[in-house]
Nanobody
């Protein structure tokens, strides 16, 4: 069973940057597809970014393309999300997810097996 723990969230001014981390334990996630989702108050969870098991393929939501970068360090069993040029509309709880059954990119939350608890990101204007 994979456990995922996010960190790195916080309060930042618009235009600032944050780097989120998602540390996995319980088993290696080097062969798992992984992704980031977010949920703002009163809104449904939405896809942010995803990458394949080896990091060769990535995909981003249009709203974050060019500003966010997803990456992974399989040696550290950790997933990252570098967020630059943050906007108030990026405010949300960010959660990482992993699927160890099919290693290709997943864009739909229902395709993921394992989820972290989330970390709050708040961007002030």
């Amino acid at each position: 069973q994979v456990q995922l723990v996010e960190s790195g969230g916080g309060l930042v001014q618009a235009g600032g940057s944050l780097r989120l981390s998602c540390a996995a334990s319980g088993q290696a996630v080097s062969t798992c597809a992984m992704g980031w989702f977010r949920q703002a108050p009163g809104k449904e969870r939405e896809f942010v970014a995803a990458l394949s098991w080896n990091g060769d393929s990535t995909y981003y939501a249009d709203s974050v393309k060019g500003r966010f970068t997803i990456s992974r360090d399989n040696a550290k069993n950790t997933l990252y999300l570098q967020m630059n040029s943050l906007k108030p509309e990026d405010t949300a709880v960010y959660s990482c997810a992993a699927d160890c059954r099919v290693p290709t990119i997943h864009l739909w939350a229902g395709d993921y097996q394992h989820w972290g608890q989330g970390t709050q990101v708040t961007v002030s204007s």
